[in-house]
């Protein structure tokens, strides 16, 4: 009897080892699959701005390690190489950039730039909301959530005349916002992204 009984136990200890291996492979699979925070394209591509803290550092070259507030002219100094305009660069431009001007100095030196803090996402409310001004945001924060960010709108705004003033290739351009709409699930697709310096403005 003993025998007999067993072999169906190895067996079962076989398959629920097996079906075990089976549901933590696929659990890896969803795992890898689930995007990673901060390796999105609007996060690769975000230009550094006034107010970020930066971390500049180069391999085995202590000294040359440096924490940086970039000021409002967005021109930074660097030992070696003194001064970088980062207008429009990238945390990767900027380490390119870097590691171009240190060749001279240190050839094909490792450098490293990190983005500590961002403070320079900034954007406007003005108009007839509950509490205008300006309000930092991410790389995620929406036309709704802004205007949440702002009390929402007063009792006398013109809820269908809204409209987002940008900064877009050197022009300033109008985007029309129709807040009715989107509060009641339609034309969504006008809950844009809000970028850096936007202004909502509500009439």
């Not at 136990?9 to 901060?38: D, Q, R």
């Amino acid at each position: 009897m003993t025998k007999q009984n067993a072999a169906p136990h190895h067996i079962k200890s076989h398959f629920n080892k097996k079906n075990n291996l089976i549901i933590s492979l696929f659990l890896l699979y969803l795992l890898a699959a689930i995007p990673t925070p901060g390796l999105t394209d609007e996060g690769i591509c975000y230009q550094i701005g006034s107010g970020d803290v930066l971390e500049i550092s180069v391999w085995k070259e202590e000294s040359l390690s440096r924490e940086i507030i970039v000021p409002p002219d967005l021109t930074i100094a660097f030992p070696l190489i003194g001064e970088i305009k980062i207008k429009g660069m990238t945390v990767s431009d900027l380490r390119c950039e870097v590691t171009k001007r240190l060749n001279d100095f240190i050839p094909e030196a490792t450098v490293t730039v990190m983005l500590h803090q961002i403070n320079s996402l900034r954007a406007y409310v003005i108009g007839k909301v509950n509490k205008p001004g300006q309000f930092p945001i991410d790389l995620d924060t929406t036309v709704m959530q802004l205007l949440a960010m702002a009390g929402g709108l007063n009792p006398f705004a013109a809820t269908g005349k809204i409209y987002i003033l940008r900064h877009q290739e050197g022009k300033m351009i109008k985007i029309p916002f129709d807040y009715r709409e989107v509060e009641k699930g339609k034309n969504l697709a006008q809950n844009i992204t809000i970028r850096r310096g936007d202004v909502i403005i509500v009439p």
